[in-house]
């Protein structure tokens, strides 16, 4: 397959021409059909994505308007790929030129179905959770109390990486009867 630097095809690709051995009367041999038809769909693809986006002005969220996951979130369909993915990292790859990687595509907005690229921003899940605690959106963070009763208050907390808050008077309790249970 070679491309032609003459007449532009009717989505507006510099003509390609087949120059593979192919059956009388066909203009492309399969192969390179099914090239220029993935070609052709990526070229779409950015404006297929705006196109489910309805864009305010200001600062206001931009809401995504095609098919969203449980949570509300939206779910955008990438060429080539057989499950869709969240369209937040299409946004930001598309507004930024940097696919998102193993990184989140986290909200400033905490609007799910928002794709405004300046209400994105990357990090890593613990970032994200982080974030989630320090704006009061967890369901743990409505608590103001441990199961014992005792105040999640800023001397009494301690944040643990996977258990999030633990209260520090249960904490040490819990310690001194497992050392006492140690001891023979």
Not at 12 to 26: D, E, F, S
Not at 51 to 65: D, H, L, P
Not at 73 to 92: C, T
């Amino acid at each position: 397959m070679e491309f032609n630097d003459g007449p532009r095809d009717s989505v507006g690709l510099l003509a390609i021409v087949c120059t593979h051995p192919r059956k009388q009367n066909k203009a492309w041999c399969k192969n390179c059909e099914n090239e220029r038809r993935r070609i052709v769909s990526w070229l779409w693809l950015p404006k297929r994505f705006w196109e489910k986006v309805k864009r305010s002005t200001g600062t206001a969220c931009w809401e995504w308007m095609g098919a969203t996951d449980s949570k509300g979130y939206g779910q955008f369909k990438l060429p080539e790929r057989a499950s869709p993915v969240n369209a937040s990292r299409v946004a930001y790859w598309l507004s930024t030129g940097v696919w998102p990687g193993e990184s989140q595509v986290c909200h400033k907005c905490d609007n799910p179905p928002c794709e405004n690229p300046s209400h994105l921003f990357l990090g890593t899940r613990s970032d994200n959770m982080q974030d989630m605690v320090a704006k009061g959106r967890g369901a743990q963070s409505q608590k103001t109390h441990c199961p014992q009763g005792h105040p999640y208050s800023k001397e009494n907390t301690y944040f643990h990486a996977s258990c999030g808050r633990i209260c520090r008077i249960c904490r040490r309790a819990a310690q001194r009867r497992y050392k006492a249970k140690q001891r023979p």
